[in-house]
C-alpha cells in the first residue's frame, strides 16, 4: 500500500530540492523492512530507496541511522548508502537515500568484506560507547561511555536488556541470578583490546552487495566496542562465507578463545529477540548461561 497522498507529496517536493527536473514518482512497496514500510522511487532516470515509519513511536530513529552512516563512510573503508533526506511530516519520520542495485556475492566479495570489516574495526576512540543513544533494530540503545569493556558490556548491554525481559515475566527469578555468575566470568573471556567502531547489528539482513561485488553496509546501530560482537552477530543466523573470517584473521588476527566471546557477545543480540519476539530465543541464552554456571 502507498503512502498517503499528503505524504507522497512531502516526498515529491524534498525530492523537487535534490533533482530538480525530478518527474512525477512511482512508489513500489518492497521487502527488506521489519519495522518500517519501504519503497522504491522511481522518477525519471532516478531511483531512491525510501523508508517510512512513525515518528512518536520510534523517535529520531531516523535521524539516529543517518548519524550511524555518516560514521562508518567517513571512515572511507566501507560503503555505505548515501542519504539524500530526512524529514519528518505529520506523524510520520521519512528517510531518503541512495538505492543500492544488488550485484553477484563472489568469493572476492566475501574476501573484500572480511579485509574490510578488520580495517574498520582498527578505527578506535579513548571509550566504549558513542556520545548519544542510538537503536538496535527498534529497542533503544544507550551507549554511555566505559573505560573499560566489560563495564559497558555488563552494565549497558546486558543488565538493562535482562531487566527489560524479567519485568515482561521473560525470565525467571533464577536466570538474572545466572547473568551474574556470568558477569564475574568476562573478565576472563575478554583479553584487553582497544575499542573498535561497529556496525553494531550485523546479521545477514543488514549488508547487501551492490553491482561491483563491493559490501555495503546498511541499518546500524553504531558505537565502539568489542569487535566479537560484529564477528559474533555474523553467526546468529546462518554466519557468512568461510572467504569472509579467514580474510579477516588474516588482516585481524582473532584470540585463540574467539569462540566462546562470540557465544557470549551473541547474549545481547538474544536478548532483544526474546524481549521483541518471545520465548522461543530463550534456550540459546539458556545454553550459554549454563556453560559459565
Known sequence: MN?????????Q???SAHFP????INFLSVGGGSINDTYRLSFGDQTVFCKINSATKFPQLFEKEKTGLALLGEQGIMKVPSVVDFFEFEDKQVLLMEWVPEGERTENFWKLFGEQLAALHQQSASYFGLKEANYMGSVPQMNHQHQSWVSFFREVRLQPMVHLCANKGLLSTSHPQAFEKLYKQLANVFEEEKPSLLHGDLWSGNFMCDQNSKPVLIDPAVYYGHRSIDLAM????GGFRKPFYDAYHYHFPLPSNYE??????NLYPLL???YLFGSSYLSQIERTLKAFA
Do not use: G, Y
Not at 503512502?3 to 516526498?11: G, S
Not at 555474523?234 to 543466523?237: A, D
Open 234 to 237: 555474523t553467526r546468529l543466523f
Open 3 to 11: 503512502p498517503p497522498p499528503a505524504l507522497q507529496t512531502a516526498i
Open 272 to 274: 532483544i529477540h526474546l
Open 21 to 24: 527536473a525530478s518527474q512525477k
Open 13 to 15: 517536493q524534498k525530492l
Open 260 to 265: 566462546e566471546q562470540w557465544q557470549v557477545c
